[in-house]
């Protein structure tokens, strides 16, 4: 990031030096009146289908995308692979299709309370 801008995070926090707040995105949709609607795991959730079902992307590459746990001691011992390269691929597969879906009449708005 600092090649792009000098900061540290992707995404910084508003009033420090410090990465964003974990319950930044939660706090978003609370404000915007999506208070028991929808949740930000909801987004991961769609970002897991849609990249499974679509883009046919390997469960392996997506589990470390998503930042979860390998499934037990003996795979956590020795399986140490990041899928970097393919973890690059996926977030620009998912920017494509956030775009796509963004210029479509096809995208469902979010119902407020």
């Given at each position: ?21 974990r319950d ?86 979010m119902r407020?309370?």
């Amino acid at each position: 990031m600092r090649q792009y801008g000098g900061e540290t995070y992707v995404f910084p926090g508003s009033q420090s030096n410090e990465h964003m707040h974990r319950d930044a995105l939660s706090k978003a949709l609370r404000t915007m009146g999506f208070k028991g609607q929808h949740a930000t795991h909801g987004f991961r959730a769609m970002l897991r289908t849609v990249a499974r079902e679509r883009y046919k992307i390997d469960v392996d590459v997506l589990e470390a995308q998503l930042a979860h746990a390998k499934k037990d001691e003996v795979q956590a011992a020795y399986d140490r692979a990041r899928f970097e390269d393919e973890r690059r691929k996926v977030m620009q597969t998912w920017a494509d299709f956030l775009h796509e879906q963004a210029g479509q009449k096809t995208v469902v708005e979010m119902r407020r309370a």
